[in-house]
Structure formats: C-alpha cells, structure tokens
C-alpha cells in the first residue's frame, strides 16, 4: 500500500509562495541581459540572485505581478540548456497581468519579438504571445469573464 502525503497550506516544509505552484526554472545563454530585459520589458523585480565567480548567474529569482520565475545562466556540458542550443523551445510561460495591451507595448519597445498581437480569445482572456531575446515564449493574459465548461466547449467550437 502505497502512503499519500498532503502538502497543506502550512506545511513548513515548502516555502508559501512556491505551495501553490509548479516554478518555472530556465536557463538562458547571458542572464544576466536577461533580467534587465524582464524588468525593462515586463517590471519584473529581481528577488534574489547568487552570482559565481566567473561572472555568471548561478540562480536567480524574479517576480512578475505575483508570478515567480528562476532562472540562470545554461552551463556548458550541464544538464540544462537555453532555447538557442536547442532550437527553440518547447514551453510557453503564461503570466496574467492587468493590461496585456499595456505589457505588449512595453514589451515590444524593450526588444521583445511579437508572435501574437493581443486579442481577445475564446477562452475569456486577452491574450498577446511574444518572445524574449533569450528565445522563451511568454503568453500574457488579461482576465476578461468568467466562463463555465459547457460556454468554453461551445465557443470552442465556433472558433475552429
């Protein structure tokens, strides 16, 4: 019989901001340009950062809104690599912000490349998709209405 653990609210052994979530760590080839682009193009605050002797970014950890990010420079033969070294990549980072149109602008006048102009979508959101000049994909949604499962399925449907 397998054993069942619940991580509640106030289990002390994960940190409260990180209980609700899975963290997205990335990697990048020069984080340190990385995390002057995320605050100039999407206010992101720098909460902690560790940086190595060699002038690279071991770890660190930022916040857009309320969404939590880690990230640090890719090292070389390590077991984690940033977008260029792969091709691109397969994930998309979605972060809710009040004024995706607002984000969007400042976004593109920082450097950021526009995939997809913000548009009001099936699912009840805003939503633009850029890419950072890291090479991530990011999705930022403005919250619109709510929608029931049955009004999703059926807009759904129109929209194909």
């Known amino acids: 019989m ?3 653990t619940h991580y ?3 289990d002390p052994t994960i940190p409260g901001r990180y209980r609700t979530a899975v963290v997205p760590h990335i990697m990048v080839a020069d984080a340190a340009a990385a995390l002057s682009f995320y605050g100039r193009a999407f206010g992101a605050v720098e909460d902690f950062r560790l940086d190595g002797p060699d002038g690279t970014v071991l770890h660190a950890e930022i916040r857009i809104g309320e969404a939590v990010l880690m990230l ?3 090292a070389p033969g390590g077991p ?4 260029e070294a792969l091709g691109g990549t397969s ?9 995706v149109d607002a984000l969007t602008r400042t976004a593109v006048a920082a450097g950021a490349e526009l995939v997809e102009e913000p548009a009001d979508r099936f699912h009840g959101d805003r ?3 850029l890419r950072d000049p890291s090479g991530h994909l990011w999705v930022f949604l403005t919250h ?3 929608l029931s ?3 999703l399925t059926a807009r759904l449907a129109g929209a194909a």
Do not use: K, M
């Open 149 to 151: 499962g049955e009004e």
């Open 91 to 99: 994930v998309a980072l979605h972060v809710y912000v009040p004024d």
């Open 2 to 4: 397998t054993q069942q």
């Open 72 to 74: 640090g420079d890719a």
């Open 80 to 83: 984690f690599s940033a977008p």
């Open 127 to 129: 939503t633009a998709v």
């Open 8 to 10: 509640g609210t106030t």
């Open 144 to 146: 619109l209405e709510d």
